[in-house]
């Protein structure tokens, strides 16, 4: 995941494999299936000498690639770095959010603030904390 400010509300700033499973959509299911009944198909079509063992080892990847993308995607979903609607509907918001920036707009923005644009930083103190030196030797 990116190391900055999420653009959507945080549900879990930490989610296991557990959570991210349980939180799983029905379109990251039809995705699952979908790449390893596609995997299986071409391992089937290009597999001659032993089709039906070149077509399962075929689908066992597919699935570990549909795995690991729809344990990815639930977890930025979890994490508010993706469109998180139906999550926060069903599991709510995390009690400590991060500050939420404003976006880079140089439409609405006078020309002055069109020339000396404000650095707004790509990280809060909640998700970047500054370093303490003072705790050093």
Not at 80 to 99: A, C, F, M, T
Request: aromatic share 10%; charged share 20%; with cysteine.
């Amino acid at each position: 995941m990116p190391y900055s400010d999420p653009k959507h509300p945080v549900v879990n700033p930490s989610p296991d494999v557990d959570t991210c499973l349980k939180a799983t959509r029905f379109s990251d299911i039809v995705f699952t299936a979908a790449a390893t009944s596609g995997s299986w198909a071409y391992g089937y079509v290009f597999g001659k000498p032993v089709r039906a063992a070149t077509a399962n080892t075929a689908a066992a990847l597919g699935f570990t690639f549909a795995g690991m993308i729809i344990l990815q995607n639930t977890r930025g979903r979890l994490m508010g770095y993706k469109k998180n609607e139906r999550e926060v509907s069903i599991y709510g918001l995390h009690p400590v959010q991060p500050e939420l920036r404003g976006l880079y707009d140089p439409e609405n923005m006078t020309p002055d603030e069109r020339r000396f644009p404000i650095a707004l930083g790509s990280a809060s103190p909640s998700v970047r904390p500054k370093p303490r030196f003072d705790t050093y030797n």
